[in-house]
């Protein structure tokens, strides 16, 4: 699955990921910090899950704490408030197929 493919999709239908077709096309070439600053929150908790990178994590991390009206104490705690796992990113290599929305 490729990163844009990861952001935005929005659940799974059996082994199919359901992706937002309008939102990859329209934001699927920004980056992490990006997402964020044009208020995509939960996408860009998705970039960086995607990414592994531990320096996005701090940033999108920073982002909310900065703007939120509470603190996350850690990422793994923000991926909770969003609801994103780093079982999706594990999901997401098995996933063959893709629903476009």
Known sequence: MTR???VFTIGYDGECAVIDKK???QYGNLKTEELFDIGLVKASVRS???SKDPDEKRLVLEKYNGKA????EDFS???SF???TDQDLDS???IGKS???
């Open 4 to 6: 844009e493919d990861f």
């Open 23 to 25: 939102a990859r096309k």
């Open 48 to 50: 960086a899950v995607f």
């Open 69 to 72: 009206g509470r603190s996350a």
């Open 77 to 79: 705690q923000l991926q």
């Open 82 to 84: 969003f609801g994103v």
């Open 92 to 94: 997401a290599s098995a």
């Open 99 to 101: 629903i476009l929305l």
